[in-house]
């Protein structure tokens, strides 16, 4: 079990996350919802180690980043560098014997080709590619399903399903609920940096409806289409 106590980040004066708690389970799926700018993108870099922060992290392991595979919203690779040279390099960090990546290459991508000429969608299923091939027990996705084809949607599906059936503790955000509602067994809704909800999967639809009225109110009835 992963353990989030009093989780805080601050930015100077400005308060970004404040004393988020909660626990993952293994071999669940767990989603973050909430608007632009609502926290969940520095929440993800807080637990991954790649931002300082107040609180705790607990888990069975004594280094986290060590077991965790982290996809951002948007990958970023070294120039001049191939798609496969970037899956040895994953490979490489977690001593994975593995050099022979086409029979792994579930989204077809051209492997040769240098990855910073990627389109978004591919550069995203490079970097999914990746973490898997750590064989990573804890996964952050963030947005994993945005800018990829609606093939690579279901596959994408597919593979948290994968992960959740191995036991993994698997932790996404998306802007699609849909996504969300097919994948997870727990919603957590982030607002201004504040956990405000727990949502169990028997609720998912409720909690739709609420997520629409909050985002659409009466703001469009100054339109007249």
Known sequence: MIQIENLSKNYGSKTVLK?????????KVYG???????????LFKCIAGLEDCSGSISSPYSILKNHLGFLPTNPYFLPKITGSEYLQLLCNARNIPLNNFAEKNIFDLPLAQYAETYS??????????GILLQKNDFFILDEPFNGVDIQSNMLI??????????????????????TLNDTC?????LRG??????????????????????????????FHF
């Open 120 to 129: 978004t969608g591919m550069k995203k299923k490079l970097a999914l590619t």
């Open 19 to 27: 004393q988020i708690n909660f626990e993952l389970e293994p071999g």
């Open 193 to 222: 940096g504040e956990i405000v909800q727990r949502v169990e999967k028997p609720d998912f639809q409720q909690l739709d409806e609420e997520m629409r009225q909050f985002v659409l109110g009466d703001k469009i009835e100054s």
């Open 185 to 189: 067994d727990q919603i957590f809704v």
């Open 32 to 42: 973050m919802v909430g608007e632009n700018g609502a926290g969940k993108t520095t």
């Open 157 to 178: 599906t597919a593979i948290i399903e994968r992960l959740k059936a191995a036991q993994k503790t698997i932790l996404i955000s998306s802007h699609i609920f849909s």
